[in-house]
């Protein structure tokens, strides 16, 4: 029955993450469709990670707030991030900056970078505080096949959009 309910929950995901991309790849909004992605990874992760660790109902209070901030502050950042990168991209295509200019943005790139890897950090810290040894060991595992996955299918994405082209 568990199965059942939980393969339901994770169809209908699925179903919604699809529906979702083409309503918005429609409207042609870009930052609303990132968004919007970013939201249904966050909680297809945050179903998955619940069944993976086998969450009781107050870790899962416990720990889903914390998530949701700090999936949120490194939103923020990564939207930063990327903002900057566009513009050393620019830099580096005119060619026409100082070494200065170069290193200010380049500054600002590594900064945004640690604030995002130390709120990682920070969350993995509060989450192992929550977790017994048993559920540490299975974030641990289910983090790195829940990331490899999600980039086999972004890759797998960029060649069919590619491909379509």
Request: hydrophobic share 40%; net charge positive; proline share 1%.
């Amino acid at each position: 029955m568990k199965k059942q309910l939980f393969s339901s929950i994770i169809f209908s995901l699925i179903f919604l993450f699809f529906t979702t991309v083409v309503i918005f790849a429609q409207e042609n909004d870009q930052s609303k469709l990132e968004r919007n992605i970013r939201e249904n990874i966050f909680t297809l992760r945050a179903l998955r990670m619940t069944q993976a660790l086998e969450l009781t109902q107050e870790q899962t209070a416990v720990i889903f707030p914390e998530l949701s901030r700090a999936e949120k502050d490194k939103a923020g950042w990564q939207h930063e991030l990327a903002e900057e990168i566009k513009n050393l991209r620019q830099m580096v295509k005119e060619n026409k900056a100082s070494a200065e200019e170069y290193e200010n943005e380049i500054a600002k790139i590594r900064e945004l970078r640690k604030k995002i890897q130390a709120r990682e950090q920070t969350f993995e810290e509060f989450l192992f505080k929550q977790l017994t040894p048993v559920q540490k060991a299975k974030y641990i595992i289910f983090n790195l096949d829940f990331n490899r996955g999600l980039m086999e299918r972004m890759n797998r994405a960029r060649m069919l959009g590619s491909k379509m082209k």
